[in-house]
């Protein structure tokens, strides 16, 4: 990624393998980030995760692990060893369990990024607060920000609609950002959501688009003109 840039990453949440091996194929690393998520990985394991790093693309496996640090940083060890570009885990998890990951990351002597989810963008207002009931978002959100840069996280995935409060905050951090659609709509499961315009002028380091892009009439079309819009905002 040009550093000016922000990058697009394709979230390859089809519902079978050849169906991503087809859809790769036709993408022809237009952006040579792609994202595996639960269930191409349940469906491909290892042996998928290579055969995308084998083709030439820069693998984001987002597994969000969120566990005991114990449980976390001994998954992150054989992981840290696929070649991946990226791997989530969850901030909630606490800063114990992100650095015990990182520390392990590092004995393997990894290059892969460990990004931490903050609060997912499918969790808008009540879903929210049925959840973390008198705990306000925003302060979690830069709470979780922080704890991530302290211990030593490559990076957050955070809405859109988050970048503008963590300006000037864990500015060390990569900023990858999903819940981007074509209107500032909610749509589907995303709620807090905005345009991969607006995204990559807010600061996203990169946007994550999965259905606006899979579910267009020509998919490969849809992703070359989000590249493109991206191509017209440097930061
Ligand atoms: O970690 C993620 O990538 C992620 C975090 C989050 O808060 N929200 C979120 O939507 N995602 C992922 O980003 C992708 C968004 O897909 P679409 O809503 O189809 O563009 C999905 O693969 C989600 O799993």
Same mark, same amino acid.
């Given at each position: 990624?040009?550093?000016?840039?922000?990058?697009?990453?394709?979230?390859?949440?089809?519902?079978?393998?050849?169906?991503?091996?087809?859809?790769?194929?036709?993408?022809?690393?237009?952006?040579?980030?792609?994202?595996?998520?639960?269930?191409?990985?349940?469906?491909?394991?290892?042996?998928?995760?290579?055969?995308?790093?084998?083709?030439?693309?820069?693998?984001?496996?987002?597994?969000?692990?969120?566990?005991?640090?114990?449980? @976390? /940083?001994?998954?992150?060890?054989?992981? !840290?060893?696929?070649? %991946?570009?990226?791997? +989530?885990?969850? =901030? $909630?998890? &606490?800063?114990?369990?992100?650095?015990?990951? @990182? /520390?392990?990351?590092?004995?393997?002597? !990894?290059?892969?990024? %460990?990004?931490?989810? +903050?609060?997912? =963008? $499918?969790? &808008?207002?009540?879903?929210?607060?049925?959840?973390?009931?008198?705990?306000?978002?925003?302060?979690?959100?830069?709470?979780?920000?922080?704890?991530?840069?302290?211990?030593?996280?490559?990076?957050?995935?955070?809405?859109?609609?988050?970048?503008?409060?963590?300006?000037?905050?864990?500015?060390?951090?990569?900023?990858?950002?999903?819940?981007?659609?074509?209107?500032?709509?909610?749509?589907?499961?995303?709620?807090?959501?905005?345009?991969?315009?607006?995204?990559?002028?807010?600061?996203?380091?990169?946007?994550?688009?999965?259905?606006?892009?899979?579910?267009?009439?020509?998919?490969?079309?849809?992703?070359?003109?989000?590249?493109?819009?991206?191509?017209?905002?440097?930061?």
């Amino acid at each position: 990624m040009d550093n000016n840039k922000c990058g697009l990453i394709v979230a390859l949440d089809l519902p079978s393998l050849d169906g991503a091996r087809d859809f790769l194929d036709r993408l022809d690393k237009a952006t040579k980030y792609v994202k595996v998520g639960p269930r191409l990985y349940a469906l491909g394991g290892v042996a998928f995760a290579k055969e995308i790093i084998d083709r030439g693309y820069e693998l984001f496996l987002d597994l969000k692990l969120h566990d005991i640090p114990n449980t @976390v /940083a001994s998954a992150v060890e054989p992981l !840290s060893e696929l070649g %991946l570009w990226a791997l +989530t885990i969850h =901030t $909630s998890g &606490g800063y114990e369990m992100m650095a015990r990951s @990182v /520390a392990m990351r590092d004995k393997t002597g !990894s290059r892969m990024k %460990l990004l931490g989810i +903050t609060v997912l =963008t $499918s969790l &808008g207002g009540e879903l929210w607060s049925d959840v973390h009931p008198g705990c306000d978002m925003q302060q979690a959100l830069v709470g979780r920000a922080e704890t991530a840069q302290r211990a030593g996280l490559d990076g957050i995935v955070c809405s859109p609609l988050d970048l503008e409060l963590l300006k000037g905050r864990a500015e060390k951090l990569l900023r990858v950002v999903p819940g981007i659609r074509a209107k500032k709509v909610s749509t589907e499961d995303q709620t807090r959501v905005a345009t991969a315009k607006d995204a990559a002028e807010a600061g996203a380091s990169y946007i994550v688009v999965g259905r606006p892009i899979l579910e267009a009439a020509d998919p490969i079309a849809a992703a070359k003109d989000i590249l493109k819009t991206l191509g017209e905002v440097s930061h």
